[in-house]
């Protein structure tokens, strides 16, 4: 069982910066991948980054690439989510998500097992 709690959300103007947070608890040692997800309204969820816990290695949306950088405190069971050069399109709910194996298909949303309940991102122009 492993609980997950986002934060760091908030109101921005485009080219600003935000850090999101997922504070994991709970048995921790069995997520083998973390993820950042992201949904608007009327959109189906969508898989913006994601992390092996293991070995660090990440991967991206072709439409963060550059701008986003997701990372890991092993000692305090976070992850983070660096946004930068927010643009409008990147308003959405935000979530951070476990699954308990190393996904070949990491923007898969059925490959994770927990979900937090989400923060909210929102980019003005």
């Known amino acids: 069982q492993v609980q997950l709690v986002e934060s760091g959300g908030g109101s921005v103007q485009a080219g600003g910066s935000l850090r999101l947070s997922c504070a994991a608890s709970?048995?921790?040692?069995?997520?083998?991948?973390m993820g950042w997800f992201r949904q608007a309204p009327g959109k189906e969820r969508e898989g913006v980054a994601a992390?092996?816990?293991?070995?660090?290695?990440?991967f991206y949306a072709d439409s963060v690439k550059g701008r986003f950088t997701i990372s890991q405190d092993n000692a305090k069971n976070t992850v983070y989510l660096q946004m930068n050069s927010l643009k409008p399109e990147d308003t959405a709910m935000y979530y951070c998500?476990?699954?308990?194996?190393?996904?070949?298909?990491?923007?898969?949303?059925?490959?994770?097992?927990?979900w937090g309940q989400g923060t909210q991102v929102t980019v003005s122009s």
């Open positions: 998500a476990a699954a308990p194996w190393y996904t070949g298909s990491w923007q898969n949303t059925l490959e994770y097992n927990y």
């Open positions: 709970g048995d921790t040692y069995t997520s083998r991948c």
């Open positions: 992390i092996y816990t293991s070995d660090g290695s990440t």
